[in-house]
């Protein structure tokens, strides 16, 4: 059931990477967190808890394999997972790649920054890398 006032059941400008009946797999253009990656879980539910076994079983291979993936490709010094839901409350996941030298680190990205940060580029196959190991991973 989609909600009217939520942002992730009335999507604009996604960069989706990946989709199934059930989730989509998000990329978010964020210059100082490249690899930002969201999980989101297409129907409108707000806690993990909603979804039935094989539900969890399902967006939580997802995010596992987005995890790899990006370790695979960009070899951060640290993954964090989030899910968070208070400003918005649909299940979805944060992935985030992290590096020592971000400007964060060690805290969340949600926190003040403590220094400038590293800028990094992503490999130009990064979309159709995790897109194929989502796609391998999830037949």
Not at 13 to 26: F, I, N, T, Y
Not at 42 to 49: D, G, I, L, Y
Not at 53 to 60: F, G, K, L, T, Y
Request: charged share 25%.
């Amino acid at each position: 059931m989609r909600q009217p006032d939520c942002v992730f059941c009335n999507p604009t400008g996604e960069a989706v990477l990946w989709s199934d009946a059930h989730c989509r797999v998000l990329h978010l253009a964020d210059a100082k967190f490249p690899g930002f990656c969201r999980v989101v879980w297409n129907a409108h539910v707000t806690e993990f808890t909603d979804l039935d076994e094989a539900a969890r079983a399902h967006v939580m291979k997802v995010v596992a394999v987005v995890e790899q993936a990006l370790r695979r490709l960009l070899a951060p010094d640290k993954i964090n997972l989030a899910s968070l839901g208070n400003q918005t409350p649909h299940l979805h996941w944060h992935i985030i790649p992290r590096y020592r030298d971000d400007a964060h680190f060690p805290d969340p990205i949600w926190a003040a920054a403590k220094r400038g940060g590293v800028v990094r580029e992503l490999p130009k196959d990064f979309g159709s890398s995790v897109r194929k190991a989502l796609e391998a991973a999830l037949r």
